[in-house]
Nanobody, 116 residues
Framework: QVQLVESGGGLVQAGGSLRLSCVAS????????MGWYRQAPGQEREFVAV????????DYADSVKGRFTVSRDNAKNAVYLQMNSLQPEDTAIYYC?????????WGQGTQVTVSS
């Protein structure tokens, strides 16, 4: 099993930046893709970004392209989400996710609130 713990959320004004971190423990995640998702109040959880195990391939939701950057440090068993030009619609709980042996693992989430 693997445990994922997110951090770095908080309250920020529109136009500001935050950097989220997700650290894995229990097993290494250096050989698997890692993703970020978010869930706003009253809405379904949605995809935000994904990064391949090498870090060489990334993909983003259209709503965050050009503003968010996903990266990873396999030596630290961690993945990051740099969020710039934040907007109120980015307000949500942000989760990291991975899949090991066909089993999905989610973190507990970190709250991001963007004020206008």
């Amino acid at each position: 099993q693997v445990q994922l713990v997110e951090s770095g959320g908080g309250l920020v004004q529109a136009g500001g930046s935050l950097r989220l971190s997700c650290v894995a423990s229990g097993r290494t995640v250096s050989s698997v893709d890692m993703g970020w998702y978010r869930q706003a109040p009253g809405q379904e959880r949605e995809f935000v970004a994904v990064i391949s195990w090498t870090g060489g391939t990334t993909d983003y939701a259209d709503s965050v392209k050009g503003r968010f950057t996903v990266s990873r440090d396999n030596a630290k068993n961690a993945v990051y989400l740099q969020m710039n030009s934040l907007q109120p619609e980015d307000t949500a709980i942000y989760y990291c996710k991975t899949t090991l042996n066909s089993t999905p693992y989610w973190g507990q989430g970190t709250q991001v609130t963007v004020s206008s």
